[in-house]
């Protein structure tokens, strides 16, 4: 069964995780590992909400 709650959370976290992506590919941050970060952090965050996505979708 399709989980409602869980999709909606899933898109949640995808959403939150291109926002870091925009952020990292900004001008405003110029240090290196700051973007690296960022770059690893929204990564992260996607892996995470697509998982998410995943589960409401199988369980």
């Known amino acids: 069964m399709v989980s409602f ?3 909606v959370a899933g898109a949640g976290i995808v ?3 291109t926002a870091f992506f ?8 110029e240090l290196t590992h700051l973007v690296l970060v ?4 929204a990564g992260l ?5 697509l998982g998410v996505v995943a589960y ?3 369980g």
């Not at 965050?45 to 909400?49: A, M, Q, T």
């Open 5 to 7: 709650a869980a999709l």
């Open 22 to 29: 925009r952020l990292a590919d900004s001008d405003e941050t």
């Open 45 to 49: 965050l996607l892996l995470v909400g």
């Open 56 to 58: 409401g979708l199988l």
């Open 38 to 41: 960022e770059y690893g952090f």
């Open 15 to 17: 959403i939150a995780s």
